[in-house]
């Protein structure tokens, strides 16, 4: 296990890993869309699951839709909507390593992308 875990960093620090191999952990139960494509705040709160479109970074560390994020913050929180603490700041920073993945899963899987 080790030795593969290995193999595949080598390939990641060398470009040479497909999607799949960099995004390995958390598959949706009914489809192999990995959790992390979805928006926490759209799936928690809205009970959607779409994939993003547009990821962006908060002050938690976590990635959420612009706009998921954005209405979050304009109607009055404080906090993250994943762990609930006070948020350091409300700068909002694009994801663009989760972008350009969730664009690779969907080329990789010869299906369009819904905002390419």
Same mark, same amino acid.
């Given at each position: 296990? *080790?030795?593969? #875990?290995?193999?595949? %960093?080598? *390939? !990641?620090?060398?470009?040479? =890993?497909?999607?799949?191999?960099?995004?390995?952990?958390?598959?949706?139960? %009914?489809?192999? !869309?990995?959790?992390?494509?979805?928006?926490?705040? +759209?799936?928690? $709160?809205? &009970?959607?699951? /779409?994939?993003?479109?547009?990821?962006?970074? =908060? %002050?938690?560390?976590?990635? +959420?839709?612009?706009?998921? !994020? /954005?209405?979050? &913050?304009? #109607?009055?929180?404080? #906090?993250?909507?994943?762990?609930?603490?006070? &948020? *350091?700041? @409300?700068?909002?920073?694009?994801?663009?390593? &989760? @972008?350009? $993945? !969730?664009?690779?899963?969907?080329?990789?899987?010869?299906?369009?992308?819904?905002?390419?």
């Amino acid at each position: 296990m *080790e030795q593969l #875990t290995q193999q595949k %960093a080598d *390939e !990641i620090s060398r470009g040479s =890993a497909r999607t799949y191999d960099v995004v390995t952990s958390g598959r949706d139960q %009914a489809s192999d !869309i990995p959790r992390q494509f979805y928006c926490p705040i +759209y799936k928690r $709160l809205f &009970l959607m699951q /779409e994939v993003m479109k547009d990821p962006y970074v =908060a %002050a938690d560390g976590f990635s +959420y839709e612009r706009q998921g !994020i /954005e209405r979050w &913050l304009q #109607t009055g929180h404080e #906090t993250s909507p994943m762990t609930n603490m006070k &948020l *350091e700041n @409300k700068i909002l920073t694009p994801n663009g390593t &989760l @972008k350009l $993945l !969730i664009k690779d899963w969907y080329r990789e899987r010869s299906v369009p992308h819904p905002n390419p």
